[in-house]
């Protein structure tokens, strides 16, 4: 074997050397390349995507400084999403700390395109790549849509090392596909917050199925409302769920197929990409109740096709009905009583021959039915104005025995009645109210004591507690049942007494409420051990003077 | 002597506690110097000694490494270097008798960057490659050339890497070790002595590694969250260094 010259020796030798150090430094560039993309595969947070990203290439390409500009998906404005400095990592006693190379940088925070950016770049020394995403097209044409802009600035005076150049090169297109990967996560993230806010939020239930008629969503009203699937039980079909139509066999051994039968909407709009709406139905809930709903059935495109129901409960609009309906008969018996009463006086006073004496009482007598008749329509209006919050009410100060005793006349006063005992101080602090419509609330509460108030006597109380006046009605009748005692003050909530015969349009205490209420106080039942007591409080009127306290 | 794992975070000194029928580092100086050895002499041999120590103890502490990974990466670091030093062994073995071992070293290199899966394989591939060619050619180590391949393999990982100390990786383990292996040997010491103060030095770098932030690697992303976890590269490097303690073929691993 000849022995090769040592000065060829070592020349080969340097020779090897150097493609040695070529290919690791080959080797450098795909291992930073690698890192990277791994660094990318772990997906995540967009910004904290963007920030790792720059850190790694600032630092691979030695920059100073790097910045990420990120164009909101359909736009060709770029927003800033990130920047990071470089700089020499020192480890102290508090952990690593960085010392910036140079000074900070101020970089744009939008840029109207990418052209715009490429500028940028080039004016202020910056070493910039697009990140754009490419579709082919077919036929030649290629879509190219801007995912963002990536720039690294040099230190100062210099450009980046040709690694560092490379290297951009190499990833922008990875880096392009992984941001618009995170992209399109945080909005299909944020369409599934709002989808999930809307469904939870709805009144009406809300059912999606596929076109195997599985059930693939449920919202929260549609699990009340049918007692259906929580989230992780087995799914059901429309059928377990709503009661659709029965499943006809597909072959004769009578096993269930999911191809259905008739009777199912979701099946007749799936087949027939078509619209259901006000289909009024009753569909079977999960505990065999029948729920009589009003929906609507719509056609869900795709390759899964599917349908969704908007079913709303009619149960809440029927019984609102009914009550309105017995509340208008109510209110009809009410004024037809009095009513009848002075037709009946009225027909006397004319076709009888009466003494002056019984013709003032046929007249007093029409005066109370009118009067009764006038408070029912008051009444009725102060309904309306409730509804439509107009109340309108007149305020001014006075003392509460002002009130009952101008109302002391009408209290107890008609043959029949028995008698009310007023025991309201004089000395009771002043209130600001509106005296007819507290008026109307005494009456009310003191005509209640009349009707279902038993034998006893009726007794109207008033005291002082603390910032308020409390007003009581008390009776010896047969009192209010504890479960009762706040039922009473619903609007048409009618009491066993009314049950039992007496009639009542179910007002009276509900409108009670709403007046007193308006005053700023409360109604409420006291528990008595014999009858029933009604309070209401009425907050005391503020004094005009405040008195000093000498010194302060 | 095995390390034994406390929590998630610690790994026992195992020199504290050396059991009787093995030889401790001291013991084995003691031993080298007795037997007029001033120089170590690493062979071929010795490299597959090591491997096989390396694979024992990274087996053992695979799932330290993975729980690691998994706080601060992708959770298979451990799986990563047990699976890439055992598909080494297995390549190697059984080769040409070479002599050469830095021809060895470069070869172990590039079997590692093949078969250990992550940043790990690019990294300790290009650790042992560096420090093959430092010693190209050599049949035998004396301890000034292992000072010379383990300060190449520090740089080259440094290189590759494009980490400095403080980033939160092996480095941070491994430069420090080599560091004192090289204040061992110019102050004299004999090589084992001197791997001693080496394995010492990366279990104190390893650990310092806890409250630092990630400047390198996935663990970068965490930003802040990355303290207060040991990083599992600086983890493995430990393991490492600690495998080269014990020359012999069977000794103490």
């Not at chain 1, 509460?400 to 602090?429: K, N």
């Not at chain 1, 009310?444 to 006893?456: C, E, F, I, S, W």
């Not at chain 1, 039922?487 to 409108?511: E, I, M, N």
């Amino acid at each position: 074997m000849t022995t090769v010259p040592e000065e060829h020796e070592s020349a080969l030798e340097a020779e090897r050397r150097r493609v040695f150090e070529d290919a690791q430094h080959e080797a450098d560039t795909v291992f930073a390349q690698y890192q990277l993309s791994q660094l990318l595969a772990l997906g995540g947070d967009l910004p904290v995507m963007a920030s790792s990203v720059i850190s790694e290439l600032v630092r691979d390409g030695n920059a100073v400084w790097g910045a990420l500009w990120l164009a909101a998906p359909g736009e060709g404005i770029l927003e800033l999403v990130a920047q990071e400095p470089g700089g020499r990592a020192e480890a102290g006693d508090g952990g690593v700390s960085r010392t910036q190379a140079g000074r900070p940088e101020v970089v744009p925070t939008r840029f109207a395109g990418a052209g715009a950016a490429e500028d940028w770049t080039r004016r202020n020394g910056w070493r910039g790549v697009t990140l754009d995403e490419r579709r082919d097209l077919g036929e030649g044409t290629i879509d190219a849509r801007i995912v963002g802009f990536l720039a690294l600035r040099p230190p100062d005076g210099g450009e980046l090392p040709p690694d560092g150049i490379r290297l951009l090169a190499l990833v922008r297109h990875e880096l392009a596909i992984a941001f618009r990967g995170a992209q399109l996560r945080e909005a299909l993230a944020r369409e599934q917050a709002l989808l999930a806010a809307i469904l939870d939020g709805v009144n009406d239930a809300i059912v999606a199925v596929d076109d195997r008629r599985q059930v693939v969503r449920v919202n929260p009203a549609a699990a009340t409302l049918l007692g259906g699937p929580r989230a992780r039980q087995r799914t059901l079909t429309c059928r377990e769920l709503l009661g659709c139509g029965p499943v006809r066999a597909a072959d004769g051994a009578g096993e269930e197929r999911l191809r259905c039968g008739p009777g199912c909407r979701f099946e007749e709009v799936i087949s027939g990409r078509s619209r259901l709406v006000e289909c009024e139905q009753v569909v079977l809930a999960r505990d065999g109740r029948e729920v009589p709903v009003a929906a609507a059935y719509s056609y869900m495109p795709g390759p899964r096709p599917g349908a969704v129901a908007v079913l709303r409960d009619l149960r809440a609009d029927r019984s609102v009905e009914e009550l309105r309906g017995s509340f208008l008969a109510a209110v009809s018996h009410d004024l037809r009583t009095p009513l009848s009463l002075i037709t009946g006086y009225v027909d006397s006073l004319l076709a009888l021959d009466l003494d002056p004496a019984e013709q003032r009482r046929s007249v007093e007598r029409i005066g109370h039915a009118a009067a009764r008749l006038a408070e029912l329509v008051e009444e009725l209006l102060d309904l309306t104005h409730f509804e439509s919050s107009a109340l309108g009410l007149q305020r001014s100060r006075m003392h509460l025995s002002a009130v009952v005793t101008r109302l002391a006349s009408d209290l107890g006063e008609s043959p029949g009645m028995r008698p009310v005992h007023v025991a309201v101080p004089s000395d009771l602090p002043q209130v600001e109210i509106d005296a007819i419509r507290i008026g109307h609330v005494l009456s009310n509460l003191v005509d209640n004591a009349q009707k279902y108030g038993g034998d006893g006597p009726i007794t109207v109380s008033a005291r002082r507690d603390r910032s308020q006046v409390i007003v009581t009605v008390h009776d010896r009748g047969g009192g209010i049942t504890p479960d009762e005692r706040t039922k009473v003050f619903d609007r048409f909530y009618r009491g066993r007494d009314a049950r039992s015969g007496t009639q009542g349009s179910g007002l009276g205490l509900y409108v009670c409420r709403r007046l007193v209420e308006a005053h700023g106080g409360r109604i409420w039942v006291e528990s008595e051990t014999s009858g029933s007591a009604i309070s209401f409080s009425l907050p005391i009127a503020a004094t005009g003077q405040t008195s000093r306290k000498a010194g302060a | 002597m095995s390390i034994r794992t406390g929590d998630d975070h610690d790994v026992v000194e195992p020199f504290v506690t050396a059991p009787a029928d093995r030889p401790g580092p001291v013991d084995g100086a003691r031993q080298a110097l007795a037997g007029g050895i001033d120089d170590v002499g690493v062979t071929v041999a010795d490299v597959t000694a090591f491997l096989v120590r390396a694979e024992r103890i990274l087996v053992r502490h695979r799932r330290l490494l993975d729980r690691l990974d998994a706080k601060l990466g992708d959770g298979d670091h451990g799986e990563n270097m047990t699976v890439g030093f055992a598909h080494t062994i297995r390549t190697l073995d059984g080769g040409d008798a070479d002599p050469d071992v830095g021809d060895m070293l470069r070869r172990v290199g590039h079997l590692l960057v093949a078969g250990v899966g992550g940043a790990g394989g690019s990294l300790y591939g290009t650790a042992f490659i560096e420090a093959g060619l430092a010693v190209a050619g050599a049949t035998m180590l004396t301890a000034a050339d292992m000072a010379r391949a383990l300060d190449a393999a520090a740089r080259g990982l440094a290189r590759r890497g494009r980490c400095e100390l403080g980033d939160k990786t092996i480095l941070d383990s491994m430069r420090p070790a080599v560091d004192a292996f090289r204040a061992g040997v110019e102050a004299g010491e004999p090589a084992p002595a001197s791997l001693c103060r080496a394995a010492y030095a990366a279990l104190a770098g390893m650990r310092s590694t806890t409250p630092l932030v990630a400047r390198r690697g996935l663990a970068l992303r965490l930003g802040e969250r990355s303290r207060g976890h040991q990083d599992p590269g600086a983890t493995s490097c430990f393991l490492l260094v600690r495998a080269m303690l014990g020359r012999a073929p069977g000794s103490a691993a």
